[in-house]
């Protein structure tokens, strides 16, 4: 079974924190707020392609986004 995994990063990219949502040991996006918490984007990486159960993928979203707004 595959593992979501949520990790808070502060690359020196950003000015925000982001929170990096992680699959089985592989960054596959992250969700970072630099034009405000109404403005929130999910950057995905260019990885092979992969499949995602819906319910999973939105609820680990959810999570993300309520890590990134403590």
Do not use: H, W
């Amino acid at each position: 079974m595959k593992k979501f995994e949520l990790v808070i990063g502060s690359p020196t990219d950003y000015e925000e924190l982001v929170v990096y949502i992680r699959l089985d040991d592989i960054n596959i996006c992250l969700i970072q707020k630099e034009e405000g918490i109404n403005r929130i984007k999910i950057e995905f990486f260019n990885e092979k392609e992969i499949t995602l159960y819906l319910e999973e993928f939105l609820d680990v979203l959810s999570k993300a986004k309520n890590e990134l707004l403590k």
